[in-house]
Structure formats: C-alpha cells, structure tokens
T-cell receptor
Framework: QKEVEQNSGPLSVPEGAIASLNCTYS??????FFWYRQYSGKSPELIMS????GDKEDGRFTAQLNKASQYVSLLIRDSQPSDSATYLC??????????FGKGTRLHILP | DVKVTQSSRYLVKRTGEKVFLECVQD?????MFWYRQDPGLGLRLIYF???????EKGDIPEGYSVSREKKERFSLILESASTNQTSMYLC????????????FGSGTRLTVV
C-alpha cells in the first residue's frame, strides 16, 4: 500500500517565525512531489512542486526533498496569519496518480 | 486564468435520488479525477479518466459511476444517494506527465438527507 504520512497537527508557530512541515512516503519509485495549501472550506491549491533532491525556493516557501530517506519538507519563512491552513503533501508515481497525505494543520499565532 | 469548474458549490439531495456532479476544465487536460474529502480520512479517489470515454475505478468506487463524453467534462453520478455519501466532492485535472500536479475545482459540498 503506497502511503504518504504527515503529522496531523495542529502545528502552532508564532508570526514571523519559520514553520516546518514534514512528510514521508513509502514508494521508492515516486517521481514528483507537491505541497498543497487548503484553507478551511476551500479546495487544495498547489503551492510547490519538487522533483530532484535538494531545496527549491519560491518566495517565502522552500521545499526540500531527500529521496534516499523518502522525506519531503516545506519551510515557510516569516510566517503570516494568512499562512494558517492545512498543508497537504502529495506524491506522484509513474501511473500518473497522486497519493495525498491527510494534511498538517498549521496555525500562525499573531 | 485556467479553471476547473464544478457546477454546484452546495447541494442538498434526498436519500435515493440520482445525483449528477459536473466538472468542466478549460486547460485541455487529458487526465481528470473525482475525490471525496472527509474529516480525518483525507482525500479519497473515487474514479479517474485518462482520456475521453475512458474511466478507471479509484479506491472507493462503490455507489458511484462516471461519464466522460468530452475531453473537458467529467461527471460523477451517485446512482442512489445515501446519507454516507454526504461529503465534499472535489474534481481535479492534469496533463499526463509525471511533473504536473493537479488543479482542483472549488468543490461541491453535498448533503444527503
């Protein structure tokens, strides 16, 4: 059974601090990795994608991938109250299907 | 702005009714998906399609069927709605390449009474 695991949270982070969200996956042949943000009552929105080992930065967001450890993370710098949401880790395999984690609830404390 | 449009934001139906949920995308995506999302259970794949007229069962297809007569439209059908099908239904689409993530519609909150 291919799985994507995330801590459900809530993860509480003070405003202006770095929020660190983590994810592990079980299928070694996974090829693409995504982070989605989902506000309460809304649909998931793609915010980051990463395919190669290392870091990928986009504004305040950095995605990190370690395929040997089967580990993906998302760092949010200078956290803002608007970053409060559920973050879904997602892994795509060669069959074009994405496996989603259940998400981590992030709460930024003003 | 590219879009995945779901026909209804909120829907209330009676037990036993046949329910149609419509999804249309304007991005010329080959792949389309239907998920339901429930608290504590995450996103669960119901059906997907990689081409017109093609459909494949996902993880929880029981009680559902789908139709894809045109590339841009993927419909989810609840043959006889039951209260355990009360959920948020999300349609998504993507290009058929590993590098592409999904684009989601805004979702339909279905309540079966």
């Amino acid at each position: 059974q291919k799985e994507v695991e995330q801590n459900s949270g809530p993860l509480s982070v003070p405003e202006g601090a770095i929020a660190s969200l983590n994810c592990t996956y079980s299928d070694r042949v996974s090829q693409s990795f995504f982070w989605y943000r989902q506000y309460s009552g809304k649909s998931p929105e793609l915010i980051m994608s990463i395919y190669s080992n290392g870091d990928k930065e986009d504004g305040r967001f950095t995605a990190q991938l370690n395929k040997a450890s089967q580990y993906v993370s998302l760092l949010i710098r200078d956290s803002q109250p608007s970053d409060s949401a559920t973050y879904l880790c997602a892994v795509k395999n060669r069959d074009d299907k994405i496996i989603f984690g259940k998400g981590t609830r992030l709460h930024i404390l003003p | 702005d590219v879009k995945v449009t779901q026909s209804s934001r909120y829907l209330v139906k009676r037990t036993g009714e046949k329910v149609f949920l419509e999804c249309v995308q304007d991005m010329d995506h080959e792949n389309m998906f239907w998920y339901r999302q429930d608290p504590g259970l995450g996103l669960r794949l119901i059906y997907f399609s990689y081409d017109v007229k093609m459909k494949e069962k996902g993880d929880i297809p029981e009680g559902y069927s789908v139709s894809r007569e045109k590339k841009e439209r993927f419909s989810l059908i609840l043959e006889s709605a039951s209260t355990n099908q009360t959920s948020m239904y999300l349609c998504a689409s993507s290009f058929p390449l590993v590098a592409y993530g999904y684009t989601f519609g805004s979702g339909t909150r279905l309540t079966v009474v």
